[in-house]
Structures are given as structure tokens and as C-alpha cells.
């Protein structure tokens, strides 16, 4: 069956960077546009980044838009997500997620805490 | 961008009784919403999408409606294992948002 399994989290400093990974399985990665989503503690979803099935079509959220990027290689079924300048305020588990008629497919996260 | 607001975003509710949960986008998003669980320390969960239709494995008492800019998510009758925060998305426009969630408690 599909399958996300994310990595790369961790704890940085403010200023810092990080790259994020999430490797697909069980599906034809190429076929779907992907997305990053994160929780920050206590708070909502909030969509990062999308990617198209190509990888020719990026959407970014403003609060991140020029200090992240997010990037895919079909042909090792992953999706990454290169993160720099890193603020307290990044600080949330990170969600790679499949888009078919909706976010149909999760990984389990991977947290990033961004503290001195 | 579109906006999601969810109402209200807390609900109090016995088990074995109806739940009714909202959600408005700031324009029309015709049928292309769906609507995830999620409980603590899990990943969110896809329950229906495109308004109405329950992915593969949800129950039946989960059901969604609405079209447009208004929608309604309904639990006929609470489980002790659906008590958690729903949250919408719209999935008509790039980039596909979400609204700010609901928590079903136990009353």
C-alpha cells in the first residue's frame, strides 16, 4: 500500500538550515503532486509547500517563501524540502502528504524544533 | 488564496450523539472539500472528500455535505474514538489551504 516515511528533523539553531526528506513507496510517485505541511505545538495544519507531479509547478507559503525550497526526484521516489534561515517560529512537526482527489496519503512527520 | 473558516472550534458532545461540524471558504470551491481527523500524535487522516464521499475504510455514521462556500461535516453518532480535531481543506484552487479546525470533546 502507499506509504510516506519523512526524515531529516531535528533541533538547529536560529539562522540554521535543514533539509527534510520523505520517501514514497507502494505508488507510481511520479504521477502526483505532493505537498509539506506542518503543525507547530498546539496549533492547526498549515500548508508549506506544493509541488507538482513534474516538479514544474511550485507553490510556496508566505511565511516561508524565500527560505525554503522544495524540490522532488522522481526517479528515487522522494520529496525534499530544503529549509535555511530557520526561525524559533518554524519550530512544528513536518508532514509529507499525496494529493489525489485530496490529501489522501500521510507520513508519519518528522519534528523540527528551531531553538538556541 | 482561499480561506477556511471552521465552526465553532470547539464541541462538546456525549457519546451516541449527532455531531455537526462547519466549515466556509471565502469563495466558491464548488464540491472540492474534504475533511481529515486527527488525534494526538497521529498524522491527520483523509475522511471524506469531494464534499461528500468517504475514503476507503470510514464508517458510515461520517457523512459531509454542502456545496459552494458552505459545508457540513456530520457524525451520526460519536464513538469514543472520533473524539478529536477536524479540520477542512479546500481543493478546488492552488494552493489547496485548510481551515482552522474543530475539537470534538467529550461533554
Known amino acids: 500500500q502507499a506509504q510516506l516515511v519523512e526524515s531529516g528533523g531535528g533541533l538547529v539553531n536560529p539562522g540554521g538550515s535543514l533539509r527534510l526528506s520523505c520517501a514514497a513507496s507502494g505508488f507510481i510517485f511520479s504521477d502526483f503532486y505532493m505537498g509539506w505541511i506542518r503543525q507547530a505545538p498546539g496549533k492547526g495544519l498549515e500548508w508549506v509547500s506544493y509541488?507538482?507531479?513534474?516538479?514544474?509547478?511550485?507553490y510556496y507559503a508566505d511565511s516561508v517563501k524565500g527560505r525554503f525550497t522544495i524540490s522532488r526526484d522522481n526517479a528515487k521516489s522522494s520529496l525534499y524540502l530544503q529549509m535555511d534561515s530557520l526561525r524559533v517560529e518554524d519550530t512544528a512537526v513536518y508532514y509529507c502528504?499525496?494529493?489525489?482527489?485530496?490529501?489522501?496519503?500521510w507520513g508519519q512527520g518528522t519534528t523540527v524544533t528551531v531553538s538556541s | 488564496e482561499i480561506v477556511m473558516t471552521q465552526s465553532p472550534p470547539t464541541l462538546s458532545v456525549s457519546p451516541g450523539e449527532r455531531a455537526t461540524l462547519s466549515c466556509r471558504a471565502s469563495q466558491s470551491i464548488s464540491s472540492n472539500l474534504a475533511w481529515y481527523q486527527q488525534k494526538p500524535g497521529q498524522a491527520p487522516r483523509l475522511l471524506i472528500y469531494s464534499s461528500s464521499t468517504r475514503a476507503a475504510g470510514i464508517p458510515a455514521r461520517f457523512s459531509g455535505s454542502g456545496s459552494g462556500t458552505e459545508f457540513t461535516l456530520t457524525i451520526s453518532s460519536l464513538q469514543s474514538e472520533d473524539f478529536a480535531v477536524y479540520y477542512c481543506?479546500?481543493?478546488?484552487?492552488?494552493?489547496?489551504?485548510f481551515g482552522g479546525g474543530t475539537k470534538v470533546e467529550i461533554k
Open positions: 481543506q479546500q481543493c478546488n484552487n492552488w494552493p489547496l489551504t
Open positions: 509541488i507538482s507531479s513534474s516538479g514544474s509547478t511550485i
Open positions: 502528504a499525496r494529493k489525489y482527489y485530496a490529501m489522501d496519503v
